[in-house]
């Protein structure tokens, strides 16, 4: 017979829980807490679910933007490069 888990949502950042599903409540544990989630001895029956609290999603969606963002600026800068390249050569 297999046992249903309780799957717990926690962030991988702050390691804080959310406690309610529905209303996507989360709360900060403290370290102590989130250890004895996490732990062995309760792994029979908690399962941890790592992703993001929703202020630490906003902060790392912003940091990927943020790369995104360089990475597209680099792209036209190095575009425009070659078109002036190109124009220099013609
Ligand atoms: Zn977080």
Redesign the pocket.
């Known amino acids: 017979m297999t046992e249903l888990k309780n799957i717990v949502g926690a962030?991988c950042?702050?390691?804080?829980i959310r406690t309610n599903n529905e209303k996507n409540i989360?709360e900060s544990s403290d370290e102590e807490a989130y250890k004895i989630a996490n732990s062995e001895a309760l792994g029979d029956w908690i399962a941890l679910s790592h992703g993001?609290?929703p202020?630490?999603g906003e902060a790392v969606f912003a940091e990927i933007k943020k790369v995104k963002d360089k990475r597209r600026e680099r792209q036209t800068y190095e575009l425009r490069e070659k078109i002036d390249e190109r124009n220099h050569a013609e």
Request: hydrophobic share 20%; net charge neutral; proline share 10%.
């Open positions: 962030c950042v702050c390691h804080s989360w993001y609290c202020p630490c």
